[in-house]
């Protein structure tokens, strides 16, 4: 039997996800269609009911329903609960089982393209939105300190808050000299924002050998990553978190190794193939 498995949110078209796990899952040899699924809010809960049939694998899950979907799942992984929402959905045998893989996913991506294990190392990470949450609450897991700048500091204050002793609120980086890692979570630089010029960093006073790593992928050289490798930071740009996110998915439903090569050089293509947005 072919299984089924999908990318839930609204919109969901310009995604990358089918094209790098359809290439995982050809790679594999496992018989398995991965689709968007474009659910506006009213549709939620027939496609999550949906998921519960045999032929379901289960699903990914992105902008707006990360949170919405977590009163369908039967049982939730402790860091979904934690970061309060849920990126991926396993379907076993009608139950469905919910994970979180995007602040795994950046820890992971860190370690296995960089060779750089967070633990004991110094993390300064701008915004404290979304994405700000899983990330900061996954390198505190693996032992970072991290300081949390944002434009709206209450923000970073409660995001601190949740991570508890590993993490603090900060109005201002500081001396850049005292961190290893520089992480953008915000959407500056995000192609399509008016932003594309834009860097929440200026590097001056960073240490030479630091690395600073963007979530934003397109473009694929923001210009934090440019003022970065200018100052002599090392750089990891957004498509490994969104790639190491999705293997590790990938992981949840299989059991085995995700692809990561195929899948990074699918998503390359693809966005290779769409060129730059106008
Ligand atoms: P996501 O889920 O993608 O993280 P979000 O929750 O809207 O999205 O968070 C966006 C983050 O980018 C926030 O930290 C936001 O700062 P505020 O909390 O002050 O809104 C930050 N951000 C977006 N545009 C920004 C800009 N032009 N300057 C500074 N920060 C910006």
């Not at 839930?8 to 040899?29: D, E, K, M, R, Y």
């Not at 370690?111 to 633990?119: L, S, T, Y």
């Not at 993390?123 to 990330?135: K, M, S």
């Amino acid at each position: 039997m072919t299984r089924t498995a999908g990318l839930i949110g609204h919109p969901v078209a310009h995604s990358l996800s089918p094209v790098f796990q359809n290439a995982a899952f050809q790679h594999c040899g496992l018989d398995v269609v991965y689709t968007a699924w474009d659910t506006p809010a009213a549709r939620l809960r027939t496609r999550m009911q949906r998921l519960r049939s045999a032929e379901m694998l289960g699903a990914n899950v992105t902008i707006p329903h990360k949170q919405a979907v977590m009163p369908h799942i039967d049982e939730l992984g402790d860091f979904s609960r934690r970061v309060g929402a849920v990126n991926t959905i396993v379907n076993r045998e009608g139950r469905l089982f919910g994970f979180n893989t995007d602040g795994p996913g950046f820890v992971q991506s860190l370690k296995d393209e960089r060779n750089f294990d967070p633990r004991g190392a110094n993390v300064l990470v701008f915004g404290a939105g979304g994405a700000a949450r899983g990330i900061v609450l996954a390198l505190v897991d693996a032992g970072a300190a991290v300081s949390i700048a944002n434009r709206t500091p209450s923000r970073a204050e409660d995001l601190a808050h949740t991570a508890g002793a590993g993490a603090r609120a900060v109005r201002q980086p500081g001396d850049l000299a005292a961190y290893d890692v520089l992480v953008n979570t915000t959407s500056i630089g995000m192609e399509g924002t008016g932003t594309e010029d834009q860097s929440p960093s200026d590097f001056l006073g960073a240490r030479p050998g630091a690395f600073a790593v963007d979530i934003v992928y397109a473009p694929e050289r923001t210009t934090f990553l440019r003022d970065a490798e200018a100052a002599g930071l090392r750089t990891l740009g957004g498509l490994a978190m969104l790639v190491y996110q999705g293997a590790l998915a990938f992981t949840h439903w299989t059991g085995i190794h995700a692809p990561v090569e195929v899948m990074f050089d699918a998503a390359r293509n693809e966005l290779a193939r769409r060129g730059p947005a106008r």
